[in-house]
């Protein structure tokens, strides 16, 4: 299987990569992705010899049968080009987080070891302990860690002590999954694209009553929805964009509340509610699951999902075969809804260096790190070896992603990464006028996305009290959804749980967490 991508000079990546190693190898020199050693701790030549090669002892988790041997030719070139040795314990994805936990209480960690979830009590209390280097101080030296790793990674990375112990493996964290709707039957209609709770009720109320697929029937559902067992689902959309809040925690006066005890978090019931009643939301929400949810959208008879713009090619396939005229750009990201849309965290775990590496070899590690991100580091991964891994026409690097994926390529994703920031957005095998379309609203919506602020925030009562509670909640949200509660039983509910002392105490943990971690 062949995969276009468009790059920007035809040159063959082998041969940039052997430029920069010769830049590496050169007298002392620095480039735009490497910084100077001075001290011998990094890539490079210190006192007119050749630094030897970093070794250094890497776990990682695999997600492909077969790991990478150590004559990998892809990893090969990795080390050339980053003056390095690495020895990589890879862990099956099945088990790693099994192996993790082990490993931490061992004490024998890794020099480089990846935390899937930086937030587990174990990671926790080996921080405590001063197992990990906090890495925040060093990295303003290493322009691609600090460049190419968005703020909102390394500040919802940080610990309960405002400290990084690791670096955040990117991810894109604008264009969050949120509102896509279908712009063919907004034009069918005379409509807009909704901006307001106010205008995607009378849009949601039109696609239920005025036949927007104009196939004669009453047939079609204007939000194909569901709610979790102890969370709203989809439907957290529009409660969310009633609060402005992503989450269940909002910073109000200085401190850390439940959204459940917001006015608008009301506001939001009362409208889903009268929506469900007037037949805006599928009959049986309360118990789709959410491929189920999908396959509405997919079959062509709803009018909105929740989703991110990226995943649209998985539900035009499917439309296609309905509907054979049907156009790409007829799915239609939304903007932002009362001026609120969703930003993703930016990360997926980290790479943490356990305070057992000297300090000088912990510098070398990271300058390891920056160099693998740039971008001619990183395209051996990416791309492979031109003639082997892709061939190079008109500029449009098209990959062999079945040989890629059988020399490993993608398997060192799981150490060193780069994000693209519109990859929730667009895809390579999208139309041009798609991506161009994507990027655009994404770029709009960049402006005011809102990221959860209580990720990472630890509290002792939180992890023993919430999830209970927000089984109560949500059991209660979907009861009056349904009518089968009146709105006053919430008014009820919130009077009885604010004089609870586990939700008081989750409040009064939760907002010195965030005080410290913000430095504040």
Not at 130 to 158: C, E, H, M, Q, R
Not at 226 to 233: L, Q, R
Not at 270 to 299: H, I, M, N, R
Not at 465 to 489: F, M
Request: with cysteine; aromatic share 8%; net charge neutral.
């Amino acid at each position: 299987m062949k995969q276009r991508r468009q790059t920007k000079t035809v040159g063959s990546v082998l041969a940039a990569i052997l430029a920069l190693s010769a830049v590496l190898a050169g007298c002392g020199g620095a480039t735009s992705t490497q910084p100077q050693a001075t001290t011998g701790t990094g890539t490079g030549q210190t006192d007119g010899k050749a630094e030897a090669p970093l070794e250094v002892n890497i776990m990682t988790i695999l997600l492909t049968p077969s790991p990478a041997a150590d004559d990998n030719p892809i990893k090969k070139a990795i080390e050339k080009a980053t003056n390095s040795k690495m020895k990589i314990q890879w862990v099956s994805g099945n088990n790693y987080a099994d192996k993790l936990n082990v490993t931490l209480a061992s004490g024998d960690i890794p020099e480089m070891i990846l935390i899937n979830d930086p937030f587990t009590s174990v990671f926790r209390n080996s921080v405590t302990q001063g197992a990990f280097w906090d890495v925040a101080p060093f990295i303003k030296d290493y322009p691609n860690l600090s460049s190419k790793i968005s703020k909102t990674a390394w500040d919802l990375t940080k610990m309960q002590d405002g400290k990084n112990y690791g670096i955040p493996r990117p991810r894109p964290s604008e264009a969050d999954s949120f509102f896509i709707i279908r712009k063919d039957w907004l034009d069918n209609l005379g409509m807009k694209v909704p901006t307001t709770t106010d205008e995607l009720y009378e849009v949601m109320k039109a696609f239920a009553e005025k036949d927007p697929d104009k196939n004669g029937k009453n047939d079609t559902i204007p939000f194909a929805s569901n709610v979790d067992p102890t969370a709203m689902g989809a439907l957290a959309h529009i409660e969310n964009s009633f609060t402005g809040v992503n989450g269940k925690w909002k910073l109000l006066d200085g401190k850390i509340v439940h959204t459940s005890f917001l006015p608008e978090t009301r506001k939001s019931l009362e409208y889903l509610t009268k929506a469900y009643k007037e037949k805006l939301l599928p009959e049986d929400f309360a118990a789709l699951k959410l491929t189920q949810v999908g396959d509405l959208f997919k079959s062509g008879k709803a009018g909105i999902v929740a989703d991110k713009a990226g995943t649209m090619v998985d539900y035009y396939d499917k439309m296609k075969v309905i509907s054979p005229d049907f156009k790409q750009e007829n799915f239609y990201p939304i903007t932002s809804i009362n001026n609120y849309n969703p930003k993703g965290p930016g990360f997926s775990g980290m790479m943490a260096i356990p305070k057992s590496v000297p300090e000088a070899k912990m510098k070398r590690i990271l300058k390891m790190m920056d160099t693998w991100m740039s971008d001619e580091v990183f395209a051996i991964q990416q791309y492979g070896f031109e003639g082997t891994h892709h061939t190079v026409k008109d500029g449009v690097k098209e990959i062999n992603t079945e040989k890629l994926g059988a020399d490993n390529g993608p398997d060192f994703n799981q150490i060193a990464y780069i994000a693209d920031p519109y990859a929730s957005s667009t895809k390579v095998y999208f139309p041009k006028e798609i991506n161009a379309l994507y990027t655009k609203i994404q770029d709009e919506r960049a402006k005011n996305s809102v990221a959860d602020i209580s990720t990472g925030l630890f509290s002792p009562t939180v992890q023993k009290a919430l999830p209970e509670y927000d089984k109560k909640v949500q059991d209660l949200k979907t009861k009056i959804i349904l009518g089968r509660e009146p709105i006053t039983a919430w008014d009820e509910f919130v009077t009885k749980m604010k004089a609870d002392p586990d939700i008081v105490k989750m409040s009064t943990e939760m907002t010195e967490a965030y005080q410290k971690r913000s430095g504040k």
